[in-house]
């Protein structure tokens, strides 16, 4: 050198290996670098906020299109199918049995009959009629079969009675051509006097003639006919009428 310091030169192979060791180093830490895994100091934090990018001016901005929702479709209704109900059936009035009713008596279905009571007048018996209401009938023998049971069965009202003993039942009753038989029991000649034998005797001529007061009674008991009536022995005359018992018997 110019200032008589002596220069040091380096060889070349020196600097050939210096070269080489750099390369070297920096190859590996280059593929070290590439292979290892990324440390979270490394990761940028994820609580940066990225800057909201700037409104455009409305100028730049582009038309907002709106989407516009389609409408629901009308559903058409349901039909619903009307649940079949079994038919109920209603049995005639005609088909149901029922009790019998008795039916009112109409006015043109009522005969009229009298039936004959005593009462007591001054000690002597006195003949009282009382019309019962039975039946209309085609024959004559019903409405007074009618009448004698009512009469065999006593009255119901107190102002009158019947001389007719308790328990006398009537054992046949027809209407013939010549007059109207009547057939008793026993009980029908027991007990009593001669005015117990007589109201009983007119009552039953009159109730049998309420129909026809002219016609004629055979009266009979047990099936024969009745000649004395009472143990002082009242004579009754076969056949009987009215006029002749008020004629043998006045009450």
Known sequence: MKDGQEVRRVSTPVIAGVCGLALLTGGGIAWWTANRSPSPADTPSSAQTTAPPLSPSPAESPAVVIPVPPPNPVQAPTAQ?????????????????????????????????????????????????????????????????????????????????????????????SVKNDGVYVDLSAEFTSGGGSNSMTGRLGQVIYTAT??????????????????????????????????????????
């Open 81 to 173: 199918t009307p649940t079949a109900q079994a038919p109920t059936v209603q049995t005639p009035n005609a088909l149901v049995p029922k009790s019998p009713q008795p039916k009112p008596l109409l006015q043109t279905d009522v005969q009229t009959v009298q039936v004959y009571w005593v009462k007591d007048a001054s000690g002597k018996f006195e003949g009282v009629p009382t019309k019962v209401a039975v039946k209309q009938a085609d024959k004559p023998d019903a409405a007074l079969q009618a009448a004698f049971n009512s009469l065999l069965a006593g009255p119901k009202d107190g102002t009158v009675s019947s001389e007719i003993p308790n328990g006398t039942k009537l054992r046949g009753l």
């Open 210 to 251: 309420s129909l026809q007061p002219n016609t004629k009674v055979w009266i009979s008991v047990e099936g024969k006919p009745l000649e004395l009536l009472g143990g002082e022995g009242l004579e009754v005359a076969q056949p009987s009428t009215r006029q002749s018992f008020d004629k043998n018997f006045p009450l």
